[in-house]
């Protein structure tokens, strides 16, 4: 298994432009936020009634999901899934928020969309294919690298 320096170091690779890092640094999150958008918006029946969870910021299929990635990145690196952790539980509060005002899904898709126009945008000013093509992994990896990124 890589350690997290090793997977950093190969998503360094295609992001070393400084527009396209900045890119990342909104459009990453952003994407990663519209995601648990996206999964909070499946009807939770089932959760509620068979698991018996009834508060809606825990009992949906998003936060079961944001447990096993949760997993993931502590394998890694302890940290790394305090951050992570920090930042999965803002998503499920802000999209829980956003959803009593706006809808929710659609307000995901269209987030998701924009910020992966972002993305590759910002790929086309790097020159370089964005990691994910190479190994799916990096699609946990990227919000990881930004947030250490930010944190120096």
């Not at 996206?38 to 009992?59: A, D, R, V, W």
């Not at 964005?130 to 250490?148: M, N, R, T, Y």
Request: proline share 4%; glycine share 8%.
């Amino acid at each position: 298994m890589k350690t997290i320096q090793q997977w950093y170091d190969d998503y360094a690779v295609s992001h070393q432009n400084e527009t396209n890092q900045k890119i990342h640094y909104i459009c990453v999150p952003a994407i990663f936020f519209s995601i648990v958008g996206m999964i909070m918006s499946i009807p939770t029946g089932f959760i509620q009634n068979t698991l018996h969870i009834g508060n809606p910021m825990i009992g949906n299929w998003a936060s079961i999901l944001l447990v096993f990635l949760l997993l993931f990145y502590l394998r890694l690196s302890f940290s790394l899934f305090l951050r992570m952790l920090g930042f999965s539980v803002l998503c499920v509060m802000g999209n829980y928020y956003l959803g009593q005002y706006l809808p929710l899904f659609i307000t995901s898709v269209i987030i998701f969309v924009v910020a992966w126009i972002g993305q590759f945008y910002g790929h086309k000013i790097e020159g370089k294919k964005p990691s994910f093509f190479k190994d799916l992994q990096f699609l946990l990896i990227g919000p990881a690298w930004v947030f250490e990124k930010l944190s120096r």
